[in-house]
């Protein structure tokens, strides 16, 4: 495999004078199953950072220089990760640091983690084995640790311990997917965008331990405000992520109301009750598939496996049944626990109701929504989610 090394400066001189014959002499040699190459993304540092690249670049073969305006890590980043796919023919990239906290002694692991078949590789401070500088001050401990646990839990995804690392080797053919003009930041919450995006894109995630040090040369170039904009990053995709459901639970919301209106309408008919409450059910039923169908599933239209109209909506009709059955199971559970009335707050209340709106919450909508994504309309077929 072709793997680029993309490391972005500004004002490292001399940190790179240090690292770049650590990389050529001691790292690179120790790798021999892969060619390794060396991009420097350099915004016009002041400090000469550049020249000094350009001196190694007469020595050793395998190092290219990128040179643009200063615009943030994450611009330098996909300017990088771009010219290294179209230019060099990357079939990884790893994301580097310039400045020694992350060690390159890690970075062979790192590689060896894609030969055992990983495709995106995290190096990880947060899982055993790993650490962040003990001389960090209580602040930035505490930001880093909440930021990661923060992001596991916006996402619903707990299997990923460190998500602001900036240790990372990706394959390209997932780095290809992801759209990287559109990203939400040019900082350092880029990184979380790419993280949830190859997620999404099912990527095989390993995450290999390191040691992040403290740096010795240098300024660090974070600032609080990028901490405020990895928040929002986070946040922001969180929401978009869960469209589909803020839509599913408006088809049933509207469902509901739909449903008592005509059981309510019947009635003034003359009907009789349990046959209102039955037609009532079924408008339900018909309303949540044709509007889930043509609104929240929509985008499931094009997938051959996907079945006829009519066979949906019979599967839809059986899932629909499959949830009323819970329902009254779990009220005659409660029912012979609990009797027929429940005290609640002094309230002497029907159990049924009181059972049904935590079980609603819990159970039903969790589960009529899995079943509509694996069964029904099989979202999982989709090749990506956004
Ligand atoms: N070209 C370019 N342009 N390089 C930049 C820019 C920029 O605008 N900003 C920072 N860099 C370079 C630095 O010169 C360094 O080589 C590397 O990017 C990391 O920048 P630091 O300023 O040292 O970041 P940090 O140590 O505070 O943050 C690191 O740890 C975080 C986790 O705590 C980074 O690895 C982050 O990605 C990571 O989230
Ligand atoms: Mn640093």
Do not use: C
Request: aromatic letters at 12%.
């Amino acid at each position: 495999m072709k793997i680029v090394i993309i490391t972005p400066t500004y004002n490292e001189r001399a940190n790179i004078e240090k690292m770049i014959p650590v990389l050529e002499n001691d790292i690179f040699p120790e790798i021999k199953n892969h060619t390794l190459l060396l991009l420097i993304v350099d915004d016009k540092s002041p400090d000469g950072t550049a020249d000094a690249v350009r001196n190694f670049m007469k020595k050793w073969s395998n190092i290219e220089l990128l040179t643009g305006e200063k615009q943030g890590l994450g611009f330098a980043y996909v300017r990088g990760m771009k010219y290294a796919m179209e230019q060099m023919n990357a079939d990884a990239v790893m994301e580097f640091d310039a400045d020694f906290q992350h060690d390159p002694h890690d970075i062979p692991r790192l590689i060896q983690a894609i030969d055992e078949g990983a495709d995106y590789v995290i190096g990880s401070r947060y899982v055993s084995g790993g650490s962040i500088p003990k001389e960090w001050g209580l602040d930035r401990k505490f930001l880093s640790v909440f930021g990661s646990l923060f992001t596991r839990i916006a996402w619903l995804n707990f299997s990923i311990h460190d998500t602001t690392s900036g240790f990372k080797l990706t394959k390209t053919s997932f780095l290809k997917r992801v759209d990287l003009d559109h990203l939400l930041s040019k900082n350092f919450a880029y990184k979380m965008q790419i993280l949830h995006d190859v997620v999404k894109l099912k990527a095989k995630v390993k995450e290999v331990p390191i040691i992040f040090y403290e740096r010795e040369n240098g300024k660090s170039k974070i600032h609080v405000k990028d901490q405020f904009e990895s928040f929002y990053v986070v946040l922001r995709l969180a929401v978009l992520d869960r469209k589909r459901f803020v839509k599913f639970l408006l088809v049933g919301g509207t469902g509901f109301v739909l449903q008592f209106l005509t059981i309510y309408a019947f009635i003034l008919l003359g009907i009789k009750q349990f046959i209102a409450a039955m037609i009532g059910g079924e408008i339900a039923i018909l309303w949540n598939f044709i509007a889930n169908n043509m609104w929240t599933f929509r985008d499931t239209k094009l997938i051959k496996e996907q079945g006829s109209f009519l066979k949906r909506l019979v599967k839809f009709n059986v899932a629909s049944l499959a949830s009323i059955g819970v329902q009254g199971l779990v009220v005659y559970i409660a029912v012979n626990i609990f009797g027929e009335k429940m005290k609640i707050f002094g309230l002497s209340l029907h159990t049924s109701i009181v059972i049904l709106v935590p079980a609603i919450i819990l159970l039903v909508i969790p589960m009529n929504y899995l079943i509509y994504n694996r069964v029904i309309w099989k979202t999982h077929h989709l090749k990506s989610n956004f």
